[in-house]
């Protein structure tokens, strides 16, 4: 494993709620995915999904609830599969120029007719490298070639009859000339026959013959070391995660920027409690537009006076009423801006308490809907997946004062055998049948079923779930 000590850290940290937030625990992430990538050595892509899936599966299971940490291991997952199947199509256009010849070799060998030389036009006329070739039938380009079978007969002819010669005038200078410069040629044929046929062997032989002991021929690299294996197509990963890092740094930004495509002027906003996302959209908006936001104060924490508070702040005019209030003050409303936790398979959002109502009353009143999310909060998760947690319990001090949780329990013992627990519900689901309008991702809106189409372009399907016994879900 990679950096055994950073990945315990981090799960500590998720433990204790000390990192919160959708876009803190994806850049950490992101950044664990990177060292666990740039440390370790893999021989193949199948190894690095194997270490990226079990070190994301163990982030996750540290807190279930935030559904980015596993976003992001599966865009990292996705990234290496990519790659993967590009070297594999790059490897695959090139085979067949690459190929080697196992077939028998032609070889050119002189002719001998009578005394002298044979034409060698056919065979200086092509280059070196093309004199070995593949055999080929008769054409006018080798009429005047030998094939390997007919070369013993017709160095044996040749043989005989510069015997014959050598013999009938021995005494002239000519005879023996061409005779000794006949047979030096029957040799020189002769060997490099042998050479061509058995060529493979010969260079095979004298390979190992030249190359020292325990050692290999020069100009020949040895097989690489097992454990210096390395998986070629890393680089292009680690860039890619760099990419996705330098993403979620600029995904606030990239959100606001386009705040004054989507409200107008003079219009009335409404709003549920306090989301960074929707503060900074509507204070990016308000640099050209003049507009009122209502907001919804978001029990049990009543977070919304503090958006009011912030927009106020700003030199934005927000009202701050109930949250029973929302269904009445939605007929004034032009439109709904909300942030959400997570954006789901189905279409549907996992946002803070009280949204669902927001919805709803948006929908009666057919006013659009807006969802504020980055690219981070999609997540290939359904609604009844079992590796899905949709509630975040905290501690009722939050909205509730110890004193008056004291004092309810006292009240609620002495009217029930035992006592009522408090507790504070931070997030719930909100169906996709209770968004009349799409939300707003990173990449520009979607409507909600349009969603799987984004799934299929940043997620593989093998990757959905972490571990990799559950729906045959391996590498």
Partial sequence: MVAPDAVEDFCTQLRRRLIEGSLPCAKKTAEIMRVLVTSQRHADAAALIEDVRAIGNRIQSAQPVELAIGNIVRRVLHIIREEAKHEELLETSSAPSSSTVTEPVRVDVVKQTGGGMASLLSQQLRSPSMRFSLPRGMSLSNLLDVSVEDTSDQL????????????????????????????????????????????????????????????????????????????????????????????????????????????????????????????????????????????????????????????????????????????????????????????????????????????????????????????????????????????????????????????AFSQQEAMLAGPAPASDRASGPAPPASLPNPPKPTWGGHTPSYVYRLLTEYYSREDYSLVKDVLGAGR
Wanted: proline share 4%; charged share 20%; aromatic share 6%.
């Fill in 156 to 407: 044996a002819a040749a043989s005989l009859a510069a015997a014959a010669a050598a013999e009938s005038n021995p005494t002239h200078t000519s005879g023996s000339c061409s005779s000794a410069h006949a047979a030096d040629i029957a040799r020189q044929v002769s060997s490099s026959s042998a050479s061509s046929v058995g060529g493979g062997e010969h260079d095979a032989s004298a390979a190992a013959a030249s190359a020292p002991s325990g050692g290999h021929a020069p100009g020949v690299k040895g097989p690489k070391k097992q454990s210096r294996a390395q998986w070629k197509g890393k680089h292009e990963v680690i860039d890619s995660i760099n990419e996705l890092i330098d993403e979620l740094d600029t995904i606030q930004a990239s959100i606001t920027a386009s705040g004054i495509e989507y409200i107008h002027a003079n219009e009335v906003i409404l709003t549920s409690g306090m989301s960074d996302t929707t503060f900074y959209f509507l204070k990016e908006a308000s640099k050209k537009r003049d507009f009122q936001v209502i907001v919804a104060e978001g029990a049990p924490r009543f977070d919304g006076h503090l958006m009011a508070r912030k927009l106020s702040d700003a030199g934005i005019m927000a009202t701050v009423i109930a949250d029973s209030a929302v269904f009445a003050m939605m007929a004034r409303a032009n439109k709904v801006l909300v942030g959400a936790h997570a954006v789901l398979a189905d279409g549907g959002v996992i946002a803070p308490v009280g949204i669902h109502v927001v919805a709803l009353a948006a929908k009666k009143h057919s006013i659009p809907f807006v969802v504020l999310v980055g690219l981070h909060k999609l997540s290939p998760l359904f609604p009844h997946d079992p590796d899905l947690s949709y509630n975040d319990f905290k501690s009722p001090a939050d909205g509730v004062d110890f004193d008056v949780v004291a004092e």
